[in-house]
């Protein structure tokens, strides 16, 4: 899983209150270059009764940007943030 996939508590780029892991359900490339790859993502649990509670999977697709930059990962570097640009769709699936 590359850094900064979605995984933990919360699935922090959507800040949507759903726990989730990646299973390996599905992980492609994203066919835009410098862009974060594609995934499927299982909900572990979800917490309240919003519009969210019975999502059961999130899809990230149509991804661009997201990858940061090799250089400055050093320890002259140690503490440095870095910003990288990023957008991608997210979908919501639940059982019907």
Request: glycine content about 14%; proline content about 3%; some cysteine.
């Amino acid at each position: 899983m590359e850094k900064g996939s979605p995984s933990g508590s919360i699935c922090d780029p959507v800040r949507c209150g759903v726990a989730c892991a990646h299973l390996g359900l599905a992980h492609r490339l994203s066919a835009v270059q410098g862009a974060i790859p594609w995934l499927l993502l299982r909900a572990k649990s979800t917490e309240g009764a919003g519009t969210l509670a019975g999502v059961k999977y999130i899809q990230r697709v149509d991804t661009a940007g997201g990858v940061a930059q090799s250089e400055g990962c050093d320890a002259a570097h140690a503490g440095a943030e870095a910003h990288v640009d990023d957008s991608a769709n997210y979908g919501f699936y639940g059982a019907r």
